[in-house]
């Protein structure tokens, strides 16, 4: 039973992904959830589309596997979408821009950090008014790392003609195969943070000012070191 894989870890086990395609609140028990979650920290791949994001809204948990929530689909049109990552195996096929018809999503409790963002609504060939996020910030495709797994998400799929399209079916096959065994992906500094540390290098600390930091700790060390021994009785 499909409903129960979570719920024992050799049930999980026996496969490389799962895939979300559903709305609605899945009959999944609560051990199953978490043993979903658990499977993908372990090293698991975790694969949305379109409708994935429409489910288990009260399942904290999942919402921090699948980045965010649906909140809504203000375009069924065609539009633009902005490849942002033209090197990612799911849309190195794409080019610059990808025009196609389907129904677009926004999202809630979504945001680009720790999420790798593959394909993004252009914002201006496309009227983004229309949505309700203030940031105009309306991605439509993301991955990440997960623990030791990995999560792919492509909120487009909605129509029979977008699942026929040899674009989007390499788009999807190429993300599950990257959520299987592709190579993991760093963390992207958020907006106006200060990298230290990229893995690979600690020259990022060269432009920090530590000095008043050692003050403040030469002074507490100096403190310690003058303060009276308790007395013993």
């Given at each position: 039973?499909?409903l129960?894989l979570g719920?024992k870890?050799?049930?999980?086990?026996?496969y490389?992904a799962?895939l979300?395609?559903?709305?609605?609140s899945l009959?999944?028990?609560?051990?199953g959830?978490e043993g979903l979650?658990?499977?993908?920290?372990e090293g698991?791949?975790?694969?949305?589309?379109?409708c994935?994001t429409d489910?288990?809204?009260e399942f904290?948990?999942?919402?921090?596997l699948?980045?965010?929530a649906?909140?809504?689909?203000?375009?069924?049109?065609e539009?633009?979408m902005?490849?942002e990552?033209?090197t990612h195996?799911s849309?190195?096929?794409?080019?610059?821009r990808?025009?196609?018809?389907?129904e677009?999503?926004q999202?809630?409790w979504w945001?680009?950090?720790?999420?790798h963002v593959?394909?993004s609504?252009?914002?201006d060939a496309?009227?983004?008014a229309r949505g309700?996020?203030?940031d105009?910030?309306?991605a439509?495709?993301?991955?990440k790392?997960?623990?030791?797994?990995k999560?792919f998400?492509t909120?487009l799929g909605?129509?029979?003609?977008?699942?026929?399209?040899?674009l989007?079916q390499?788009h999807?096959?190429a993300?599950?195969e990257?959520a299987?065994n592709g190579?993991?992906?760093?963390t992207?500094?958020?907006?106006?943070a200060?990298?230290?540390?990229?893995?690979?290098?600690?020259?990022?600390f060269?432009?920090?000012d530590?000095?008043?930091l050692?003050d403040?700790?030469?002074?507490?060390?100096?403190?310690d070191?003058?303060?009276?021994?308790?007395?013993s009785?």
């Amino acid at each position: 039973d499909p409903l129960k894989l979570g719920e024992k870890p050799e049930n999980l086990a026996r496969y490389d992904a799962v895939l979300f395609y559903t709305t609605g609140s899945l009959p999944i028990s609560d051990e199953g959830k978490e043993g979903l979650i658990e499977w993908v920290r372990e090293g698991g791949a975790f694969c949305g589309v379109h409708c994935a994001t429409d489910t288990f809204y009260e399942f904290a948990d999942y919402m921090g596997l699948v980045g965010g929530a649906f909140d809504g689909h203000p375009w069924h049109e065609e539009v633009t979408m902005t490849v942002e990552d033209r090197t990612h195996p799911s849309t190195s096929h794409l080019g610059e821009r990808w025009v196609l018809t389907d129904e677009i999503y926004q999202f809630k409790w979504w945001r680009r950090h720790p999420s790798h963002v593959l394909l993004s609504l252009d914002t201006d060939a496309n009227d983004v008014a229309r949505g309700k996020r203030v940031d105009r910030d309306y991605a439509n495709a993301w991955c990440k790392d997960f623990g030791r797994g990995k999560m792919f998400y492509t909120a487009l799929g909605h129509r029979e003609d977008v699942w026929t399209n040899p674009l989007f079916q390499e788009h999807l096959i190429a993300g599950i195969e990257w959520a299987v065994n592709g190579p993991s992906l760093s963390t992207p500094a958020p907006e106006g943070a200060t990298v230290l540390f990229d893995g690979t290098s600690l020259d990022g600390f060269d432009i920090c000012d530590l000095a008043p930091l050692y003050d403040v700790l030469m002074e507490k060390s100096s403190d310690d070191e003058s303060s009276p021994s308790p007395s013993s009785s």
